[in-house]
């Protein structure tokens, strides 16, 4: 399947290159005024299918490469997007910039988190540190005529921003926001180190922008938005519960998952019907488990 491109606005658009050969992983965002912002391109073997929607557009400049965090799936094609439109500057969080300028850390974790699958992100280059741009909490990236407002939105990791466009309601949150595997649920993104704490912190900070239009990383753009972000930060604070149960009493994934499922109807529901949906829920709670256990060691 080719790239395709949904129009969410008028000068907002969704970006769903393939990523050897599935379409719906990995959601681009551009976002088109006076000035040029495209979010997350995603790694290499995708971005190349981002140019090719660039060019479809007719976008001849591009000024910012606006990653939300910098795991390889968002960020790693990013060199590859600097090589076509080299003066854009690629806004990150201070946290992760560093780790744009030299990805070997970044590689180096994302080896040891997918083993044999994590060579499918492709090649990784190092970005320039005159194109790396920090973030700065509350600031606005002004576009002429649109903006896009930062927050920064930590516990899918440390160095997780969102971006808001107020003037259509769009919130672009990578992976702060969660995402929908299988079944079009909305879960928590929660890979060892998750902090369930901080992500819903943050979802509160986001639902208090009232927006519309919820754009996640995995995958696309979801109307009442605010509901959603309320509906995931009670699921996190429910799972952050029974996963610090589960520690306590020495319990098995699959027994937490029972617990789970046990209280949250939703949950319940998708495993009755999608009982492929086992697999990627039980390595969102492998991150508050892993917190359970982080906290458990702080305080001995």
């Known amino acids: 399947m080719g790239v395709s491109t949904t129009r969410l606005t008028d000068n907002i658009y969704l970006i769903d290159a393939p990523y050897h050969g599935r379409t719906g992983v990995l959601a681009t965002y551009l976002v088109s005024s006076r000035r040029v912002a ?18 479809s557009l007719g976008v001849e400049r591009l000024d910012y490469v606006c990653l939300t965090h910098i795991h390889l799936d968002h960020a790693g094609g990013t060199w590859l997007i600097l090589e076509e439109y080299p003066d854009a500057r690629v806004h990150v969080h201070p946290r992760g910039l560093p780790h744009m300028a030299d990805p070997s850390k970044n590689l180096a974790a994302w080896a040891r988190a997918h083993g044999e699958r994590a060579a ?29 407002e930062v927050l920064w939105t930590p516990g899918h990791s440390t160095h997780s921003h969102s971006y808001y466009e107020r003037t259509s309601g769009l919130l672009f949150t990578g992976d702060a926001a969660g995402h929908t595997p299988v079944g079009g649920l909305l879960i928590p993104t929660s890979p060892i180190p998750y902090n369930p704490v901080d992500a819903a912190s943050s979802l509160a900070r986001l639902q208090a922008l009232e927006p519309r239009t919820l754009c996640i990383s995995h995958f696309g753009a979801h109307e009442g938005a605010s509901e959603l972000l309320g509906e995931l930060k009670a699921r996190v604070e429910l799972w952050a519960r029974l996963a610090d149960r589960a520690v306590e009493e020495g319990l098995e994934p699959r027994r937490l998952l029972e617990l789970v499922a046990g209280e949250d109807p939703p949950i319940r529901a998708l495993l009755e019907s999608h009982p492929e949906a086992e697999t990627p ?5 492998e991150g508050f488990t892993s917190y359970a256990h982080w906290v458990r060691r702080q305080a001995s």
């Open 281 to 285: 829920l039980l390595q969102s709670l």
């Open 120 to 148: 499918l992100v492709g090649e990784v280059r190092e970005v320039p540190q005159e194109a790396l741009l920090a973030s700065a909490d509350g600031e606005s990236l002004e576009l002429g005529g649109v903006s896009l």
């Open 38 to 55: 495209l979010i997350d391109p995603g790694p290499a073997p995708q971005a190349e299918g981002v140019l090719e929607a660039l060019r």
